[in-house]
């Protein structure tokens, strides 16, 4: 399978992008206003214009006014974005960028991970769904909105950025990535085993719907007898676009989700014609499968009963619309939940697969910083990491999380084993070693698409 593309940005779910522009507050004087329900507002303003004991940039006091009315609502999904953060924004929907290729969000005051994007930077070091980002390149995080974060982490490619992360059972580790072009290309497709079609989608932009019409087409020549879907690690996009996909698979006039309004009216949205594709397929999902992808998985599902192996999903259920401002800014904001078609809101709760699988341990195995090394006498998570990696491509080897002697002659053997210079050490070409095979080895024991293939084989008979 080809390697999926990735990048960082803000979790995007259902983004309607809107073309309509919004003129800010008219900030006259507080008497114009005393029947105005912002008076306080312009009072504030008045005053500090006023009385302030220094000059005031009348762009920053209405930058802030529209920063606060937005955080106050205590939304993640609810951002403002400046004229450069703003630009980056249209980037991630509908062209590449550079960066390392993550999807974040903001969480309990945390700027916490969704999804890396395969074969992206972030994925190959290793970052994890809920990963929490405490700082970038050592300057914490804490307090920032997910547009000031993600404009610390993206930059040119080439440029290096240390991110230092907090994962559950685990600990505080330290990445150093490398940042890179994060393509936009959506779909990957291959031929499998038995005739099987295997059909990656890793976001949901401008151009996936016809991405994915491609692949069907091209396997459909093929003729292929079952299809896997993988939505793993997709942390969704455009709603219109889950929509228009799930119509492939859905039969005409079934529902695909239904968009609930503040006021508790529903729009239910339909498959308006009949689906393009005919043979059996299973959903795989993990717990970076969000939004748009979990409109699709529960569309799938609960429309033409075909089944979900792998984890439980992410659980983002609102919907997003954005407006621009005359100077480029933007805002992002939620108008909407999004339910399934049975009318089930899994915000928060995620989608449960029907089939509960997960990856072997090693699958989990955080990055090692291939420009640190790790010696006889060193104590770490570190080393533990690099006792499991080993343990996993079959050395023998204590896993305490110390650098023994012991350690030290299973290092020499590898080192050995595949041609590299025989240090004891681990750094530099036997770190990325290290790595690289036991991300092959995940590779060729994906337990999730192993059991999808099992359960679309049952389905074919």
Known sequence: MKKRNFFITIVLTVIITCGFTLTLLNFTSA???????????YSAYDTLKQEYYKKIDDEKLVEGAV??????????????????????????????????????????????????IKGSPAEKAGLKPRDKILKVDNKSVEGMSVNEA??????????????????????????????DTIPIETVYSEVVENKIGKIQITKFSENTGKELADALTELKEKKVKG??????????????????MSNMFVDKGKKILQVEAKDGSKDIYKAENQPIVDVPVVVITDNGTASAAEIMAAALNESEGIPIVGEKTFGKGT??????????????????????????????????????????????????NPEKTLQEGDVSTEVKTAEKMLQALGYKTDVDGYFDKALKNTVVAFQRDHQLKQTGKISQDTT????????????????????AIEVLKSKME
């Open 31 to 41: 008497s114009e206003k005393e029947n105005d329900s912002f008076e306080k507002l």
């Open 227 to 244: 299809i896997v879907l993988d939505l793993r690690q997709n942390p969704g996009g455009l709603m219109d676009q889950a929509i228009t």
């Open 67 to 116: 920063k606060g009315m937005v955080e106050s609502l205590d939304d993640p999904y609810t951002s403002y974005m400046d004229l450069k953060e703003s630009e980056g924004f249209e980037e991630n929907i509908s062209s590449s960028f550079e960066g390392i290729g993550a999807e974040v969000t903001e969480t309990n005051g945390y700027i916490m991970i969704v999804s890396p």
């Open 150 to 179: 993600v404009s610390l982490i993206r930059g040119e490619k080439g440029t290096k950025v240390s991110l230092e992360i907090e994962r559950d059972g685990v600990g505080t580790l330290t990445f150093t990535i490398t940042r």
């Open 432 to 451: 990325i070693k290290l790595m690289d095979l036991v991300r092959e080895k995940i590779e060729k024991n994906d337990t999730q698409m192993k059991k």
């Open 319 to 368: 919907v997003q619309s954005a407006k621009t401002f005359e100077d480029g800014s933007s805002m992002k904001y939620t108008i909407a939940k999004w339910l399934t078609p049975s009318g089930k809101w899994i915000h928060e709760k995620g989608i449960e697969p029907q089939y509960k699988v997960t990856l072997p341990e090693y699958a989990h195995l955080p990055y090692l």
